[in-house]
T-cell receptor
Framework: TQLLEQSPQFLSIQEGENLTVYCNSS?????LQWYRQEPGEGPVLLVT?????EVKKLKRLTFQFGDARKDSSLHITAAQPGDTGLYLC????????????FGEGTQLTVNP | NAGVTQTPKFQVLKTGQSMTLQCAQD?????MYWYRQDPGMGLRLIYY???????DKGEVPNGYNVSRLNKREFSLRLESAAPSQTSVYFC?????????????FGPGTRLTVT
């Protein structure tokens, strides 16, 4: 059972376009993290959101945690080829201790 | 400060062979993890160690064993490799901050079992 569902699974856009990636669950999370992974490397943490309704910005990336702490979104403004990569969301359930549950990922390709 | 290191980077095994994947972190983290990553399936937790001296099964532990050798090192062993274990394996460690377990990953080991 996949606790975290990401959509879309694949996204190919042109440089300068905006996009949104979604991460949804029926479970409540005490925190939710977003990672980016480039080919041949391990995932790298981008941001952690903790409070329901929280919005965090990282340059052109905006992350939002749902009010009920069951979902999250990642919005990229004016995408650049350097944004290309696999974006993974990961949730920490209140009863899971130090474990994270990862979504399947969204493969983003930004074409110049 | 190297972060999380993994060896080897690539490995090819024949069915039935055994091997150990090594992982070390120099960030003084308490928790360490082993994941496998397969196309379309994200990262699946194999085993984790919340602290030195403890290990617990994750989502897909069958066919694997682990050893938390000390606070820095966490190894993953395949006793009798099977083609279904062909995957990319990632080790991670985490720091705790107000109960938040942000994970730091190694570069991965690409394993092929023929």
């Amino acid at each position: 059972t996949q606790l975290l569902e990401q959509s879309p699974q694949f996204l190919s856009i042109q440089e300068g376009e905006n996009l949104t990636v979604y991460c949804n669950s029926s479970s409540v999370f005490s925190s939710l993290q977003w990672y980016r992974q480039e080919p041949g490397e391990g995932p790298v943490l981008l941001v952690t959101v903790v409070t329901g309704g929280e919005v965090k910005k990282l340059k052109r990336l905006t992350f939002q945690f749902g009010d009920a702490r069951k979902d999250s979104s990642l919005h990229i403004t004016a995408a650049q080829p350097g944004d290309t990569g696999l974006y993974l969301c990961a949730g920490e359930e209140e009863t899971s201790g130090s474990r994270l549950t990862f979504g399947e990922g969204t493969q983003l390709t930004v074409n110049p | 400060n190297a972060g999380v290191t993994q060896t080897p980077k690539f490995q090819v095994l024949k069915t039935g062979q055994s091997m150990t994947l090594q992982c070390a972190q120099d960030m003084n983290h308490n928790s360490m993890y082993w994941y496998r990553q397969d196309p379309g399936m994200g990262l699946r937790l194999i085993y984790y160690s919340a602290s030195e001296g403890t290990t617990d099964k994750g989502e897909v532990p069958n066919g694997y064993n682990v050893s938390r050798l000390n606070k820095r090192e966490f190894s993953l062993r395949l006793e009798s490799a099977a083609p279904s274990q062909t995957s990319v394996y990632f080790c991670a460690s985490s720091v705790t901050g107000q109960g938040i377990y942000e994970q730091y990953f190694g570069p991965g080991t690409r394993l092929t079992v023929t």
